[in-house]
C-alpha cells in the first residue's frame, strides 16, 4: 500500500471514529440539551457557546448533530448489516442451487439491480408508510441484490477451489466443507464490500428523512435537520450545512475506507 493511500486510510478512520463515539455516547461531545428550546436565542450563528448556531426554535445545532450520528449511522449499520446477511443465505443458495432455481432467483435479482437503490427504498417505503423502522426496511431491501450476487460468485467460484475439493477427497461432508471452507471466504467478500455499503444507506437513509419519509421534529437526525434548515438556508446557513457536512464526511470516509480495503483484498487475490 502506497504511503498516500496509509494516510489517507487513517484520516478516514479517524473521521470514522469520530463519529462512532458521537453514535454511541453522544454526551461526551454534546454541549446542550439536543431538544432544549429557547425562543430567544433562535438562528443564533456559531460562536463560542453554540459552536455550529441554533436552529428556529433555538435548539444547539452542534449537540443536535452529535446525537443525530446515533440514529443516521445506526440506520446505516443496520441496513448493512441485515442487507449482508440475507444476501449472504440467499445468493449461497443461488449458488448451490440447481440451474432453473438459481436463474429464476437471478433474474429476479436482476430486475431489483436494474432500478437504482435509492428508488427501491422510495417505493418500499411508499409502500410500507413513512417512520424510522420502515426506512431501515426499505434501505435493508434495496440494498441485498448486490450481496446476493456477489455471494452466489463467490458461491460458485469456491465450492469448485481446490481446498473444498481436497476436503470432499478426504472424505469431509459437503455440508460441513460448504460451512468451514466456503462461507468464510463469502463472507469475508461481502464484508469488504459491506464497508462501501454503509455509506450509501447512510445517504440513502438521509435521503429519505430528507423528504419527510423518517423521523419527526423534533428528532435529532441528520436528514431532517437537513430538510428542516433548507427553507432559511440565505438567513442562516449553519441550520443546514453542518448536518450535510456530517453526511458527507461519513460517507466518503465510509467510501474511501471500503475501497482500500478492496483493494486490498483483490491484490492479495491476484
Do not use: K
Not at 481446490?162 to 470432499?168: D, I, S
Not at 419527510?212 to 428528532?219: A, I
Amino acid at each position: 500500500m502506497r504511503r498516500a493511500q496509509v494516510v489517507l486510510l487513517w484520516c478516514a478512520a479517524a473521521v470514522l471514529l469520530v463519529f462512532a463515539v458521537a453514535a454511541v455516547f453522544p454526551g461526551l461531545l454534546a454541549t446542550h440539551d439536543p431538544l432544549q428550546t429557547d425562543v430567544r436565542a433562535a438562528l443564533l450563528p456559531p460562536s463560542a457557546d453554540h459552536l455550529f448556531g441554533t436552529d428556529q426554535s433555538g435548539r444547539d445545532v452542534y449537540s443536535r448533530v452529535v446525537h443525530g450520528a446515533g440514529r443516521s449511522i445506526g440506520i446505516g449499520l443496520l441496513a448493512t448489516g441485515v442487507a449482508l446477511v440475507a444476501g449472504l443465505v440467499v445468493g449461497a443458495l443461488a449458488g448451490l442451487a440447481p440451474r432453473g432455481v438459481d436463474a429464476a432467483i437471478m433474474r429476479v435479482n436482476d430486475v431489483l439491480m436494474a432500478f437504482p437503490e435509492f428508488l427501491v427504498a422510495l417505493v418500499v417505503v411508499a409502500v410500507l408508510g413513512p417512520g424510522p423502522v420502515n426506512i431501515a426496511i426499505a434501505v435493508t431491501l434495496a440494498a441485498v441484490p448486490v450481496y446476493i450476487r456477489l455471494a452466489r460468485v463467490q458461491t460458485r467460484t469456491l465450492r469448485r477451489a481446490e481446498h473444498v475439493e481436497a476436503a470432499h477427497i478426504l472424505g469431509v461432508r459437503p455440508a460441513q466443507a460448504f460451512v468451514r471452507h466456503v462461507v468464510p471466504g463469502v463472507i469475508g467478500s461481502l464484508s469488504v464490500i459491506a464497508t462501501i455499503g454503509i455509506g450509501s444507506s447512510i445517504l440513502a437513509a438521509a435521503g429519505l428523512s430528507f423528504l419527510g419519509l423518517g423521523p419527526s421534529e423534533p428528532t435529532p437526525e441528520w436528514g431532517l435537520m437537513l430538510s428542516g434548515g433548507r427553507n432559511v438556508l440565505g438567513q442562516a446557513w449553519w441550520i443546514a450545512v453542518f448536518p450535510g457536512l456530517a453526511i458527507t464526511l461519513t460517507v466518503i470516509s465510509a467510501t474511501i475506507v471500503g475501497r482500500i480495503l478492496r483493494a486490498r483484498a483483490e491484490g492479495r487475490r491476484s
